[in-house]
């Protein structure tokens, strides 16, 4: 019995190396631009400089994953910008996860610029439960880092297990094309944009997920702190309105900026004009130019 599972667990074993060595010499053939896929990972650079790295969600991670849009932000501020944005709500954990990453691979900027939302303090699946694994490619390095972080066990787990899918093994670039169409202002509705805030704060707003994604956002402001690098921290523009848990973060956040001196400027009401937008918090190509130009690259340049 004691020889059955030896011989069963070496074939375990034997069968993992032959899993990972394929990996391996299948993602070393990914190379990709950061406008033709969601991974951070297969797209990351090692040693390079830059002007400034961004941070945030869905309405930032449309910066870099046009290439149109990624040369506009470079143009207009002036500098050689790198994204670490995620879609999909990308959370605070995440945010700071990914910029740890970031400097872990001798990378450097100038600046860091988080493009915040308050919904984020508020949302588990923006954070612990964030699905950027299934588009990272299996490295020990970041198997181990999202272990030692004491992600949830499913999460570890779904990583490893989704590389071992057809839809990763035969995986292409997916450019965005430019979004240069405008939101209906027809559908601007009290009733569309209360339904938008009910996606946004599925989990209400709940003291204990404020108080643990704050947590997050003070190690990211730690960061930046221990390397010298200044902090701007930005609202960017919707056609929402404020959101509801915006009074909670904006006092904490000024509370915050008086202890470690980081710069916060609220643009949320900044860009009403509907044709800046392809949806109701998203801009688009011409909304993209429009907020580099007129209201990031002052606050940046005042530096």
């Known amino acids: 019995m004691i020889r059955l599972l030896w011989k069963a667990t070496l074939l375990v074993m034997l069968n993992a190396l032959i899993g990972m060595a394929v990996l391996a010499i299948h993602d070393s053939r990914l190379h990709y631009a950061r406008w033709e896929t969601d991974s951070l990972l297969l797209t990351m650079p090692d040693h390079a400089e830059f002007g400034a790295v961004f941070l945030g969600s869905s309405h930032t991670y449309l910066f870099s994953r046009l290439k ?16 670490l944005a995620l ?5 605070i954990r995440p945010a700071r996860f990914f ?6 691979q001798g990378n450097t900027a100038r600046q860091v610029v988080y493009f915040l939302e308050p919904f984020v303090f508020y949302s588990s699946g923006a954070n612990d439960a964030h699905k950027f694994i299934y588009a990272e490619p299996l490295r020990g390095s970041f198997l181990k880092k999202l272990v030692l972080d004491r992600y949830p066990l499913r999460s570890v787990l779904t990583y490893i297990r989704s590389k071992f ?7 292409q670039p997916e450019p965005m094309e430019a979004q240069t169409y405008t939101f209906d202002p027809a559908t601007i509705t009290p009733e569309r944009i209360a339904y938008r805030m009910e996606t946004l704060y599925g989990d209400g707003l709940r003291e204990d997920y404020f108080q643990r994604y704050a947590r997050e956002f003070v190690r990211i402001v730690e960061q930046c702190r221990q390397r010298g690098v200044p902090l701007t921290v930005i609202f960017p523009p ?7 848990g915006a009074p909670r973060v904006i006092q904490w956040l000024k509370e915050q900026q008086r ?9 949320t009401t900044a860009m009403p004009d509907y044709h800046y937008y392809y949806n109701l918090d998203h801009l ?3 909304g993209v130019r429009e907020f580099m130009h007129t209201f990031v690259r002052p606050v940046l340049t005042a530096k």
């Open 68 to 83: 149109q849009h990624q040369e506009i932000a470079d143009r207009e501020l002036g500098m050689k910008t790198w994204n």
């Open 87 to 91: 879609p999909s709500g990308g959370g």
């Open 99 to 104: 910029l740890e990453y970031f400097w872990e």
């Open 165 to 171: 899918t057809q839809a990763w093994f035969f995986q």
């Open 238 to 244: 919707t056609l929402l309105g404020p959101e509801p």
């Open 259 to 267: 202890q470690f001196g980081f710069s916060f400027h609220d643009f």
């Open 284 to 286: 688009n190509t011409d």
